[in-house]
């Protein structure tokens, strides 16, 4: 098993993604108390269709905040070599690509099969690479369909075949609607590692059924190094109602510290990040400590 682990904090665009807008000084807000857990890298928000993602619309504004806080990689998701393009212009160093393994929720999601979506690696690539941007293929869906229910490892291990072949700098699967277990966790993984190679693999898990923190200590079981997280759990997904948010940062760092794995997240901050991502969504949010606090009371 791995001793240390990379979180990526995703709260201000997994977080955020289906809440109604809020203002861009709640979202610098919430970066600034996320910056405040020592954590290294961040999601911060989405290059997509504004009409479709209003909560995203400010990407742009948000990007040309992020150099304040030069000890952090930032990183940005987008769904179109448009998308890609809008990222690199606004200055962002790292891009993720989302590329579902199911048509259903491809279709519904970006409006394109499963197979096109795997067909634009290449321009994303090139267009990234050509601003000397890093690109992540995030395979959404990896375990369960909401339309078509499980999804078949091959397709996740074609989708991982082409990103290779295409140049990608990073790998990751994702749990989105929070179904997965720990045990489809180390089978999945088990099947990638001679795919991908030397590819940086990273594991992002919702935890809807209870299984979310389980599955993500089983990928670093496994020999996964970077896990995606989101302060208080903040999140969700808009085909999926009743699906929580990423694990939640804090309760990730309390099992991994607890265990003897490294993280650079410190756990009193996180919590305090959870408190404000609450207050700046004005409603309650499913992370554990952000309830019931740390062992210890302050």
């Known amino acids: 098993m791995t001793r240390h682990v990379d979180i990526r904090e995703v709260s201000l665009r997994d977080g955020l993604q289906i809440e109604a807008p809020i203002p861009l000084a709640a979202k610098l807000e919430l970066l600034a108390a996320v910056a405040a857990t020592g954590v290294r890298e961040v999601e911060a928000t989405a290059f997509v269709s504004p009409s479709k993602v ?25 769904a179109s070599p448009n ?28 409006g394109r099969t499963s197979a096109e979506a795997t067909d634009q690696i290449d321009q994303i690539v090139a267009i990234a690479h050509d601003g000397g941007v890093t690109v992540e293929v995030i395979v959404a869906t990896a375990w369960d369909c909401p339309f078509e229910g499980p999804t078949p490892s091959r397709r996740v291990l074609d989708i991982a075949a082409a990103a290779r072949d295409r140049g990608v700098d990073r790998f990751c699967v994702a749990d989105t609607i929070g179904t997965t277990t720990p045990g489809r966790v180390s089978s999945l993984i088990a ?39 989101s302060v208080g759990g903040l999140g969700g997904c808009p ?27 410190d756990l009193r901050a996180a919590i305090a990040a959870a408190e404000v991502a609450k207050s700046v969504v004005g409603h309650d949010l499913p ?7 740390d062992r210890i009371r302050a």
Do not use: C, K, W
């Open 287 to 293: 992370g554990a400590l952000l309830h019931a606090g």
């Open 83 to 110: 998308g890609a393009r809008r990222a690199v212009a606004a200055g962002l160093r790292s891009i993720e690509y989302v590329v579902s393994a199911s048509d259903a929720f491809s279709e519904a999601n970006v």
């Open 191 to 229: 099947q990638l590692r001679p795919v991908i190679g030397d590819l940086p693999l990273g594991g992002h898990f919702h935890n809807t059924r209870g299984a979310g923190l389980a599955s993500a200590y089983a990928a670093v079981g496994s020999g996964v190094s970077r896990l995606d997280a």
């Open 54 to 78: 209003p909560s995203m619309a400010d990407a742009a504004e948000l990007a040309a905040r992020l150099h304040d806080y030069p000890d952090i990689e930032f990183s940005a998701l987008v």
């Open 239 to 265: 085909f999926a109602p009743g699906a929580t948010g990423n694990i939640a940062t804090e309760d990730l760092v309390y099992l991994l510290r607890d265990s003897g794995i490294h993280v650079d997240v």
